[in-house]
């Protein structure tokens, strides 16, 4: 999957096999973010922003994310899946992290462009670095919170 200066929804989805659904524009650029952003129930937070209270594991165990990429979160009752995807030997993953908030899923290193693909939201890049990618919480009224349900 060789990533060209501008990818499209289009490019992506036929490097990867992934689909979208049909009422997104797939001519599209995808943007690439270095900073925070978010898709659907996901947060994709840059790690030196959460650095005081997370943690990754004594006995860490970095893996490549291989070229079929790899499902993050599925959406709420077996919904659509969250994927990240990345060229051979260009991000790393591991769910060998302590969050204080309880909300991460995994810690990524980025080398390359990275993206985040959704089949409701199309796709988003990560720049190169490293990022906490956690569930999204909302305020519940009176209640006080509860994750946000893709």
Do not use: K
Not at 4 to 28: C, I
Not at 73 to 88: C, E, I, Q, T
Request: one cysteine or more; proline letters at 6%.
């Amino acid at each position: 999957m060789s990533t060209p200066m501008t990818t499209t929804l289009s490019d992506l989805t036929a490097r990867t096999g992934l689909g979208v659904l049909d009422h997104l524009e797939r001519q599209v650029a995808v943007p690439v973010v270095d900073g925070l952003q978010a898709q659907g129930d996901l947060i994709v937070v840059p790690f030196a922003f959460v650095a005081d209270s997370v943690r990754l594991a004594a006995y860490v165990q970095w893996q490549e994310v291989p070229a079929a990429g790899i499902e993050l979160l599925r959406s709420a009752a077996g919904g659509n899946p969250h994927s990240l995807v990345a060229d051979p030997g260009t991000c790393l993953w591991t769910p060998h992290v302590f969050d204080d908030t309880r909300l991460a899923l995994v810690v990524v290193d980025v080398r390359e462009v990275a993206y985040l693909i959704h089949p409701e939201h199309g796709a988003t890049g990560l720049a190169p670095g490293r990022y906490v990618v956690r569930r999204q919480r909302e305020r519940n009224g009176e209640r006080g919170q509860r994750m946000i349900a893709d």
